[in-house]
């Protein structure tokens, strides 16, 4: 281990106590233990978290404040980003995965890089009920490792199965604009969208999508704390992968 890890490692057992990261000290000594069937080419699975790739969005009461709020303002969310996408296309970006590069899956960023991205335009934020959803609802459960955003999936777009680097952050969709023909695989199972739903999954199992309708698709996803993780936890991971990106 990095010794800027070990250093800030020590440092959380000595607020949290000394077996309060175990479970992020096992993952790193041995990441392939737990390993199940479809997370096999995630690079970091930490054991005790869940064990399925499809999770009920009521499964954890803890979201269900969160989820809510989403599934509430959702057709503001809706009004908010078809405005920018009439209107400001410039703020629309290639979506940019590890693994996959496809041009016509566009991504609007809200959140990146463990920082706050107001979509500007001459000089007045243009989604508002957005903007406040990240500020105040999502401020504890967005992981400043990853990031928040609307997802634009152009007609006609596949996304081929893969898996996403590890298990300790789920991926959770508010379905904004849902064609027909329009689907998600997360294992073994397929779902579909409902338009103003959440769905949430976790991503280190393998996964795909697609638009087969001559309209966009349109969800805004969020990178999320899995639930069952402690702030121990939390800020041991934090330090554990900022540092090891910064050497690979």
């Known amino acids: 281990m990095l010794p800027v890890v070990e250093e800030a490692f020590d440092g959380i057992k000595s607020i949290y106590g000394e077996d309060s990261i175990a479970r992020v000290e096992m993952m790193i000594d041995d990441n392939q233990a ?14 005790g978290l869940s064990t399925t ?11 269900s404040s969160l989820i809510g709020r989403l599934e509430d303002v959702n057709e503001s969310v809706r009004q908010e980003v078809n ?15 590890y693994l996959v590069d496809n041009s016509d ?14 979509p500007i335009v001459d000089g007045i934020n243009r989604m508002p009920v957005t903007w406040l959803l990240l500020q105040k609802d999502l401020k504890d459960w967005l992981c ?8 634009i999936l152009e007609p006609n777009t596949e996304i081929p199965p893969h898996c996403d680097l590890w298990n300790f952050t789920l991926n959770l969709h508010l379905a904004i604009e849902i064609p027909d023909q329009c689907g998600i695989k997360v294992g073994d199972e397929v ?3 409902q338009q ?10 393998l996964h795909s999508a697609w638009n087969r309708s001559g309209q966009r698709r349109v969800c805004l996803l969020m990178d999320i704390w ?23």
């Not at 405005?83 to 995965?97: A, G, P, V």
Request: proline share 3%; charged share 25%.
């Open 191 to 193: 779902r579909c969208w």
């Open 105 to 118: 899956w566009k991504a609007l960023y809200l959140f990146r890089d463990g920082k706050a991205l107001a």
């Open 226 to 248: 899995h639930p069952d993780l402690t702030d121990a936890e939390k800020t041991a991971l934090t330090a554990f992968i900022t540092e090891l990106r910064k050497i690979t």
């Open 196 to 205: 103003g739903e959440c769905l949430l999954f976790d991503y280190s199992f």
């Open 144 to 151: 400043p490792l990853l990031e928040m955003h609307f997802s």
């Open 53 to 63: 790739g499809w999770l009920e969005k009521d499964s954890y009461a803890v979201l």
């Open 83 to 97: 405005e920018i996408y009439c209107n400001h296309s410039e703020l629309l970006d290639t979506y940019r995965h």
């Open 34 to 47: 737990e390993r199940l069937a479809g997370q096999e080419q995630a690079k970091w699975i930490m054991p």
